[in-house]
C-alpha cells in the first residue's frame, strides 16, 4: 500500500534499477510495512526548477495508509533524503508531500485494503 513517487531532473541513466529497489526496502522498514505491498516510481529527465535555477531537485508522494504523521514524517523525510543525496540531490532541493490515505482509497487485487485490513 504505499507508495513513492519521485519526480526529478535527474538524468534517467544516472538512476539505476538498484536504486528502485534499495528504495522499496528503504521504504518498508521506515513505514514498518510488508515490503510485497511497497511500490516505488520514479520518473526521471524532468523539466524542473527549484528556487530559479535547474540544479538536482526533487517532487516526492509519498501515499500510505497510516504511519504517518507529525513525528513519523520527520523520519521518513530524513530517510528519504538521504538516499535522494546518493543522487547528487541536496535536501534543501527537495519538497516531500505525505499523503495518509483511508483504505477504501487504495484498491488492489481487485478489491480495496477496507476488505484486506478487515
Do not use: W
Not at 528502485?20 to 526521471?44: F, M
Not at 529527465?45 to 528556487?51: H, K, N, P, R, T
Request: hydrophobic residues 40%; neutral net charge.
Amino acid at each position: 500500500m504505499p507508495m513513492l513517487q519521485i519526480n526529478t531532473n535527474i538524468r534517467k541513466e544516472k538512476i539505476t534499477e538498484e536504486f528502485n529497489l534499495n528504495l522499496v526496502d528503504v521504504l518498508a522498514e521506515t513505514l514498518n510495512k510488508p515490503k510485497g505491498y511497497c511500490a516505488v516510481h520514479i520518473l526521471a529527465d524532468q523539466l524542473m526548477s527549484f528556487g530559479g535555477t535547474f540544479e538536482p531537485c526533487a517532487y516526492v508522494t509519498l501515499m500510505s495508509i497510516g504511519r504517518l504523521g507529525v513525528e513519523e514524517n520527520k523520519k521518513h523525510s530524513k530517510v528519504i533524503m538521504n538516499e535522494l543525496e546518493k543522487l547528487g540531490i541536496p535536501p534543501n532541493r527537495v519538497y516531500i508531500y505525505f499523503q495518509d490515505a483511508h483504505p477504501f482509497e487504495v484498491g488492489y487485487n481487485k478489491t480495496t485494503f477496507a476488505d484486506i485490513l478487515k
